[in-house]
Every structure is written in structure tokens, then in C-alpha cells.
């Protein structure tokens, strides 16, 4: 077995260790178990307790920052020095209804924004068909315009070394116009690049904002910015499943922004295009390019990569399929795509070892983050709704005095944790859009359902994909790109 191997069998592995010690020490030594589960509540409590600090301190950065007029502070702050930088925005597409392209493309064009320095780019697929032109050129015609340039270009199939996925479309885009960025005598450090789902609606703040940190940042070339995606879209259109797990990933994603070095890159993202062209642009053979691209990064400059939160959003769509029936099935493949992250594992870890120049106790720090981010994934929700309690199937340990002080003392650590989802639907509360008329009486009872929904969501659209992912890459069943379906 090779070390390549070896690095994608270990999270699984870790995983499903971590599901069978607990189910045979029940059996045989039920105290122990109880006792182990115990210490991994408390464990759990305070990491909770942490997240919840770190939401309030996300969501009061974010606030602060949507109310900034981030063009008024550019010119405020830099005179007439932020009108040298470029943006390149690049947004990849396959078959999606021009319908929601037409909403992202639009609201691009409304940034509170000089627009004369945005390139804009649809990037379509070869492999789409004619139909992808067609809505291409209607946009370019639409909406051509309000940009400085509107560029298409058209990712051809089959080209060596590639997979079919977002990846090889945005890098062909990305060399593309840097040909045209060259030739045009512009300084690559000076762009920065943007890339964007279809379904996404920046905020009309967010390329000021943007330009002003990358004007800020004393290295914009060893630093990636990272926006806060919402999944706000269409949130109160989906079924409340759904409404849970988009609001669980824009607060993990808050969360995560006002802690600078847990941060990685994720979907939306923006990098200099000198970055890119030192990095080669993204990788071309995995399917979860954003984050992928983090380590990438890291890398190629031996560890002086670091990402810069951008606490204003991006909006994106919560999946809905168009029935019930599909989107849990879109939502769960979604969410076992973005679990694929985990093959980054033995890339990580192998090139972790091999890079001497990487700060010595950081790099370790990064790999244990990385293990136990995709651990936690797979096992919290598991271990807190189902195996904790599996002590009592042993008819001994029934009769003990550890039997009859568990669920009391269980019960309290639930109740402490509780505090954790007060802030959670408090947040909510404020950070969602207006519910719509008539909506009331369905939502007063969704809050209601809240408690008890919210730990079989977790499982179903959580742990059980991660599981899945996890477990197909021990045995070599590798993920293939797909789109997840919107409408």
C-alpha cells in the first residue's frame, strides 16, 4: 500500500472506528462507554459554546460592515488610488436557465460599483451544446453594457489531463483573459479575481468593499478573500429540511470568518490573477476546487497563505429541486460533494511532511484541523442522537448507579447547549429576509418543529453524506462532478 493509499483510507477508517469501539465496549463494558460518551459531550458543550460566541462576534462584524458605503470609504480612504485596481469576474455555467443566470448577471450590474473596472466573464461549456451559446450572447446583449468588457468563453471537451467539473472551466477562462489582461499592459497583481456560482447575487457593496481590503492588505499576492455566502435566495421557497441546512452552512461559514486562520476558501472566493498564474490558476482533477485551491495556495508558498474574511455576502440559492422527493435527494448529493473534501487528505498530509519550509508547529495544527473537521462531520450528530445510549441495551449496566445518573447528567450538558440554539434562532431571526405575508402560522409552527427536526436534518443531510464520501474514497470509488440542481 502505497502512502497515498494509506492517507485515503484513515478518515474513514477513523470514522468507522469511531462508531464500533462505543458499540463493543457497550457490550462488554458499558460503564466505560457511558463514561467515554460522557467526556465527548463535554467535549461538545464547549465547542458549542465557542461556535456561539463566534456567531454573535460573525453576525455583529456583518452588520457592521453592510451598513459601511464601501465606495464613499475608497474614495475617502484612497482618493483616486483605488481606480487602478481591476476586477475579474468570472462566472462558469452549464445548463442552467438562463432565468437564473439573468438574476445573477443582474445583480452584478447593480454594484454600488465603477463597473468600467470589471471585467465580467460567462464561462460555458462546450460540452452544453449550442443552447449555452445562445443564452450566453442574450445575456452579453442584455447586460454587456454596464461592464468595462463582457467576455465568453467556451471550456472544450475532452482536453488531457481534465475532468469534467467547475475547475477546468473557470482555469481555461482564467488563461484565457490573462492572455488579454497581458496584452492590454495591465499588471496582474493589480486584478482581482472573483469567481461566482450562477446562482449567485453579490451584494452591491461587495466589490468596494473588496477593492478596499485588497488595497488594505499589505500582501494581496499570499492572501485569498472570502465573502460570507448566505443561502438566502430562495430560503422561505424551500421545504424547512432545507431552510435548516442552508442556515447551518451560512453560520458555519460566519462562524468560521472571525477565526482568519480556520478560514479556507469556499465557493465564491477572490484571489490577485498573479496568484492564480503562480498557482496555475485551480486545480483540474477535483471536484471541490474551492477549498482545494486553500491548500493549493498554501503550498506553493510554503505556509504564507492566509484568507481575509469579507463580511459582506454573497447570496446563493437553498437547493429546491421542484418537488419534495428531489430536492432531499439534490441536497443530499450536494452536501456529499462538498464532503469530497476529504480527498484532499493525503495531498495535504503528504505534502505536510515532505515541505520543510512550512512553520513547524503550524503545519501540524492545519492537519489536525483538517482530520478533525471531517471527523466531526461525520460523527457528531451520530453520536449525540444514537450511540450515547447504546450502554443501555447491556441489561448489567441498567442496574448500576451509572445507569441512573446518565440521563440526568446527560440531560443537563443538553440543557446547557441549549443556550447555543437560543443564539442560533435569535441570529436567524434577525439575519433572514422578511418572511412573506400569510406566512406567519407555517413558521410559528417550523419554530416549534425546530428542536426535534433539527437533529435527524443533521444526520440525514449531514453525517450520513459525509459517511458516504468518506467511505468511497477508502475503497477507491471516486466522486464525479454534477451539478446540483436549482430552480
Given amino acids: 500500500m502505497n502512502a497515498k493509499k494509506f492517507w485515503e483510507i484513515f478518515p474513514g477508517l477513523t470514522t468507522w472506528l469511531s462508531f464500533l469501539i462505543p458499540i463493543v465496549l457497550s457490550f462488554f463494558i458499558p460503564t466505560a462507554a457511558a463514561a467515554l460518551f460522557l467526556v465527548y459531550t463535554i467535549y461538545w458543550l464547549i465547542k458549542c459554546l465557542i461556535m456561539s460566541w463566534h456567531l454573535i462576534l460573525g453576525y455583529f462584524h456583518y452588520r457592521k460592515e453592510i451598513k459601511i458605503d464601501w465606495q464613499w470609504k475608497l474614495e475617502e480612504d484612497f482618493s483616486d488610488h483605488w481606480k487602478s485596481i481591476y476586477h475579474l469576474v468570472i462566472m462558469p455555467t452549464y445548463k442552467e436557465p438562463v432565468e437564473v443566470l439573468d438574476r445573477a448577471v443582474g445583480k452584478l450590474a447593480r454594484s454600488n460599483y465603477l463597473l468600467a473596472k470589471v471585467i465580467f466573464v460567462l464561462a460555458i461549456e462546450e460540452r452544453a451544446g449550442e443552447e ?272 441512573f445518573n446518565f440521563p440526568l447528567i446527560y440531560s443537563r450538558l443538553l440543557t446547557a447547549a441549549m443556550l447555543g440554539m437560543a443564539i442560533t434562532i435569535i441570529i436567524s431571526t434577525l439575519l433572514l429576509p422578511p418572511r412573506p405575508k400569510g406566512h406567519w402560522p407555517r413558521m410559528f409552527v417550523e419554530w416549534l418543529l425546530s428542536p426535534f427536526l433539527l437533529p435527524l436534518t443533521n444526520i440525514i443531510f449531514g453525517s450520513l453524506p459525509a459517511i458516504d464520501s468518506q467511505t468511497r474514497l477508502m475503497l477507491g470509488k471516486y466522486l464525479e462532478y454534477r451539478v446540483t440542481v436549482k430552480k
Fill in 132 to 403: 449555452a451559446v445562445k443564452r450566453a450572447e442574450e445575456l452579453k446583449k442584455r447586460y454587456g453594457h454596464f461592464f468595462g468588457r463582457f467576455f465568453i468563453t467556451r471550456h472544450p471537451v475532452n482536453i488531457k489531463n481534465e475532468i469534467i467539473g467547475k475547475g477546468a472551466n473557470i482555469t481555461y477562462a482564467a488563461k484565457e483573459l490573462t492572455k488579454y489582461i497581458l496584452k492590454e499592459k495591465i499588471d496582474p497583481l493589480r486584478v482581482v479575481v472573483t469567481t461566482l456560482d450562477s446562482d449567485n447575487q453579490v451584494h452591491p457593496q461587495y466589490l468596494a468593499c473588496l477593492t478596499h481590503r485588497y488595497i488594505q492588505n499589505k500582501d494581496p499576492r499570499h492572501t485569498s478573500f472570502q465573502p460570507l455566502p448566505m443561502y438566502f435566495n430562495n430560503i422561505w421557497q424551500v421545504p424547512m429540511p432545507m431552510r435548516i441546512v442552508a442556515l447551518g452552512s451560512s453560520f458555519w461559514q460566519m462562524i468560521e470568518s472571525t477565526r482568519p486562520r480556520h478560514l479556507r476558501n469556499f465557493s465564491a472566493h477572490a484571489q490577485t490573477l498573479q496568484t492564480l498564474i503562480d498557482v496555475d490558476y485551480w486545480s483540474k482533477v477535483t471536484i471541490v476546487e474551492d477549498g482545494h485551491q486553500f491548500w493549493r495556495t498554501y503550498f506553493y508558498y510554503h505556509g504564507n497563505h492566509l484568507v481575509v474574511p469579507i463580511f459582506v455576502p454573497i447570496y446563493q440559492d437553498a437547493v429546491w429541486a421542484g418537488n419534495y422527493r428531489d430536492t432531499f435527494r439534490e441536497q443530499y448529493l450536494q452536501k456529499k460533494r462538498w464532503a469530497w473534501g476529504v480527498s484532499d487528505m493525503p495531498y495535504v498530509i503528504m505534502n505536510t511532511i515532505k515541505d520543510k519550509q512550512l512553520p513547524r508547529l503550524y503545519k501540524w495544527v492545519n492537519v489536525g484541523r483538517l482530520l478533525e473537521g471531517h471527523w466531526a462531520w461525520a460523527t457528531t450528530s451520530i453520536f449525540l442522537v444514537l450511540i450515547g445510549w447504546l450502554p443501555f441495551l447491556n441489561h448489567n449496566f441498567r442496574t448500576t448507579i451509572w445507569a
